[in-house]
């Protein structure tokens, strides 16, 4: 059961986007500058604990080996629910877990027989939180603790974001003390909110080491993920790593692999700035779990020299809270002279959140919009306004500020052009996020001859899944009910990412890969079909649901109009436009 659940979502959301045409590839293969890392003649060892991991593969109970889990009492569940609201995930499954919880492995095989050098620094490794649930950051600690050689460990600075929760000060300093002998942390409180980035920059001030890991509090660390993260900084300077993240959902805590097959994917953003994936260019089969040059990074995780952390800025200043940090960081690295490497042998896992609760700053201002905008200002030249133009109304009004200090600082640091990025650093951005995607359709998706529509009840991650439902069509379009077919063949929000899913018919971040959420409209019957299960969207108006039922052309509750805008050259010439997925109509997988 587990396992075919785990599998149903990997195949669906966690794939790497797909590159469209083989010739591109091949185009880009050879334009693609290849690494080439520093020759070392050092003694060489295995660091794999494998003590560590036949102990953790003995290990039984709830949550083990990374298994999801359920709550089965009626009042955990109505306790867990009120949890959740606050934090986003399902702690009370979490406080059951072991904190020493096994995880499966997903390093590819080849990884084992890695050696790394003998000789490593000690790393400072960098922990900001803000109101974190406990449990959940124990298990970050305990993972890091369990699974790191301890001489690897200069220190653990935990910077605290200003928490409005007790057991985030004292408790949480005693807990530590208490738990992890040997390796000494250093705990900042921050007097008032830094937001992620200058809270970093605090964490990275205060480190006595040159090699930085910085991280999240709501992680799991997994078997030898550090050794393979510090080899390629050895001898560069402007070399900044990434592992690969696997996931760990919300709902279960059911830890999942990242891409299939565990090579890891490069990363990028679409037009809307959400981050994606996109394959890999083909390399000789020995070097595919070499690290490899990837155009962004997601930003939370990654390891760096502190001089070279302080020398690209790190962060304008004048971003707030969090976003799009991580799209100027890669930017910073791979136009200003540096390197972003993914390293294909050490993973970490990152629970992400059914919803972040803060979208407005105490302010109230759209910070992730704000801090978008700033970026885009001083980063993209030309190209700022194909990301203005897909959300006019959310950029419209943003005030960035002065922005001379930042902009100059690009200028100091020689840094190459936007159209450099799209040309060299990610050649195969364009191909899958062109530009000029006209959609299919757009407007409300209302039922033919019923003020009913389809409403996607969104509450501000892109990432989580949402429920949808049906609802009296509102005038003018609320943001939850303006939808469109897009160029990707996906039902999406158009001022959200968020995209119609055929998992339990809701919604969830926009991939890009099909499956789930490639759905067709036949102009003619007025259906949409979704392409992996083959079945129609059906309203109740008794109840106002929806499902999934076998296409039936003859059934009024089949028959869906878009109320705007329908391209019916696009339409009606289906596979000749938009994404091409292998054999229209057919997952490529
Ligand atoms: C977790 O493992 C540590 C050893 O690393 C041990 O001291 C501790 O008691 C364990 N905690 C639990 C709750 O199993
Ligand atoms: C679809 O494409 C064909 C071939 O290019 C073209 O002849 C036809 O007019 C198109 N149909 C519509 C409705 O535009
Ligand atoms: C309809 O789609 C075609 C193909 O993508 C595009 O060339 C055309 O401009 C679109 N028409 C409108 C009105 O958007
Ligand atoms: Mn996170």
Redesign the pocket.
């Known amino acids: 059961m587990v396992l075919l659940k785990r599998k149903f979502w990997v195949f669906t959301q966690f794939a790497c986007a797909l590159i469209v045409v083989v010739l591109v590839i091949n185009f880009l293969y050879v334009s693609t500058p290849t690494l080439k890392l520093p020759i070392t003649q050092v003694d060489l060892k295995d660091w794999n604990n494998y003590e560590l991991i036949r102990e953790d593969s003995l290990r039984t109970g709830f949550g083990e080996h990374g298994k999801g889990e359920t709550l089965t009492d009626a009042n955990e569940i109505e306790e867990n629910k009120k949890l959740f609201a606050e934090f986003g995930m399902n702690v009370l499954i979490s406080d059951k877990i072991?904190?020493?919880r096994s995880i499966p492995e997903y390093r590819h095989q080849k990884c084992y027989q890695k050696k790394y050098p003998k000789d490593l620094p000690k790393v400072s490794i960098i922990i900001i939180f803000v109101d974190e649930y406990f449990s959940i950051f124990k298990r970050t600690l305990?993972s890091l603790?369990?699974r790191t050689p301890h001489e690897l460990i200069e220190e653990v600075i935990l910077v605290n974001d200003h928490s409005t929760k007790d057991f985030l000060y004292e408790p949480l300093r005693i807990y530590v003390q208490e738990?992890f002998p040997g390796i000494k942390f250093n705990i900042i409180n921050l007097k008032k909110r830094h937001g992620l980035m200058q809270a970093r920059v605090v964490g990275a001030k205060a480190a006595k080491s040159e090699f930085l890991f910085i991280s999240e509090p709501h992680c799991e660390m997994t078997y030898n993920w550090l050794p393979p993260l510090i080899e390629p900084l050895l001898n560069q300077e402007k070399v900044v790593t990434v592992p690969i993240i696997d996931n760990i959902e919300w709902k279960e805590l059911m830890y999942f692999e990242n891409d299939k097959g565990n090579k890891g994917c490069r990363g990028a953003f679409d037009w809307d700035l959400e981050y994606k994936k996109l394959n890999r260019f083909p390399v000789a089969e020995a070097s595919e779990l070499e690290p490899f040059l990837t155009p962004v990074m997601t930003g939370g995780i990654f390891m760096i020299r502190k001089t070279y952390f302080f020398e690209i800025g790190p962060y304008d200043p004048e971003l707030v809270i969090w976003g799009a940090e991580n799209i100027e960081m890669s930017l910073k690295i791979n136009l200003c002279g540096g390197q972003l490497l993914e390293v294909p042998c050490s993973h970490i896992a990152h629970i992400y959140r059914a919803f972040t609760k803060a979208r407005k700053h105490e302010s109230g201002i759209d910070f992730e919009g704000f801090n978008r905008k700033r970026v885009v200002e001083v980063w993209f030249d030309d190209y700022k306004q194909h990301v203005y133009e897909r959300h006019k109304r959310r950029y419209e009004n943003i005030d960035v500020g002065d922005l001379t200090e930042a902009k100059k600082f690009r200028k100091k640091l020689k840094c190459k052009s936007f159209d450099y990025f799209l040309k060299n650093v990610a050649p195969d951005l364009l191909v899958n996020f062109p530009l000029d995607q006209y959609p299919f359709a757009y407007g409300q998706i209302q039922l033919l001859d019923e003020n009913v529509c389809l409403e996607i009840l969104f509450e501000g991650d892109p990432n989580k899944n949402y429920e949808v439902i049906l609802n009296e069509c509102s005038k003018p379009p609320v943001d939850t009910q303006y939808l469109e077919l897009s160029w990707y063949r996906d039902i999406r929000l158009r001022e959200i990412d968020g995209c119609l899913d055929a998992y339990k018919l809701s919604s969830s971040s926009c991939h890009l890969s099909g499956g789930n959420q490639h759905f067709k409209y036949d102009i003619k019957s007025k259906q949409i079909m979704n392409m992996a299960n083959k079945q129609c969207i059906e309203a109740n108006l008794e109840d106002l649901s929806l499902k999934f039922a076998k296409c039936d052309e003859s059934l009024k509750q089949q028959k869906w109009i878009f109320n705007e805008f329908v391209n019916e050259t696009a339409i009606s010439n289906w596979s000749r436009f938009g994404r091409s997925f292998q054999g229209d109509g057919v997952y490529w997988n």
Request: hydrophobic share 15%.
């Open positions: 072991s904190v020493n305990h603790y369990n738990n």
